[in-house]
């Protein structure tokens, strides 16, 4: 019997806990740093559409070594400095730089997200993405021979600037993968910058 369930339970555990924590500890923090929110009246209780948000990243580079990503995502604020939210990841890859070799192929699939603005220029993130890979290009221990693709948890956590407001506004992070198997597709940290609004 393969260990994928195994491997599978104990990442989604790390990534519940990493949520968990940063869910109960920051929601703390941003409550006493935040200005104190209003009271609302009846009528004036935003709806739950006013309180999601769009977003996502968009990546693109041609030539000898061509690489698309699209990563849309729809958030949620819980509170004012505090969003969940869920996205999907689509990247395009194709690499044509050595003699007798082609890579081409695709990734895709979903991600969970958490974040909190402290001081109103700072987030805290944690996300986990859900990626099908093929086989024959991330399978680093052949631990999936009967299927050409498989599906892979790769956990995130980091933090950065943001600018803007509760509302919507940019922000750049630097992120670090807590999956450090060979079969990950990223390397162990990246910088990414987007939009939410």
């Not at 395009?92 to 003699?99: A, E, G, H, V």
């Not at 895709?108 to 944690?126: R, S």
């Not at 498989?150 to 992120?175: A, D, H, I, R």
């Amino acid at each position: 019997m393969r260990n994928t369930p195994k491997i599978l339970y104990w990442t989604m555990k790390q990534f519940f806990l990493i949520i968990f924590f940063i869910t109960i500890g920051l929601t703390s923090t941003a409550q006493f740093i935040a200005d104190e929110e209003p009271e609302y009246a009846t009528d004036t209780i935003p709806k739950f559409t006013d309180k999601l948000f769009f977003g996502g990243n968009l990546g693109l580079m041609f030539g000898s070594y061509t690489y698309v990503n699209i990563s849309p995502i729809v958030g949620y604020r819980v509170k004012p400095h505090l969003s969940v939210g869920t996205g999907a990841i689509y990247e395009y890859i194709k690499d044509n730089r050595y003699l007798n070799y082609e890579f081409e192929t695709t990734i895709w699939g979903g991600k969970l997200f958490a974040q909190t603005i402290v001081l109103d220029f700072l987030i805290l993130y944690a996300e986990n993405n859900f990626l099908s890979l093929e086989r024959r290009y991330y399978d680093a221990k052949n631990n999936y021979p009967e299927t050409g693709r498989f599906f892979l948890n790769v956990p995130w956590v980091g933090g950065g600037f943001y600018q803007g407001t509760s509302n919507g506004g940019m922000y750049f992070m630097v992120l670090f993968n807590l999956n450090t198997s060979m079969n990950s597709p990223y390397s162990n940290y990246e910088f990414r910058i987007g939009i939410n609004f």
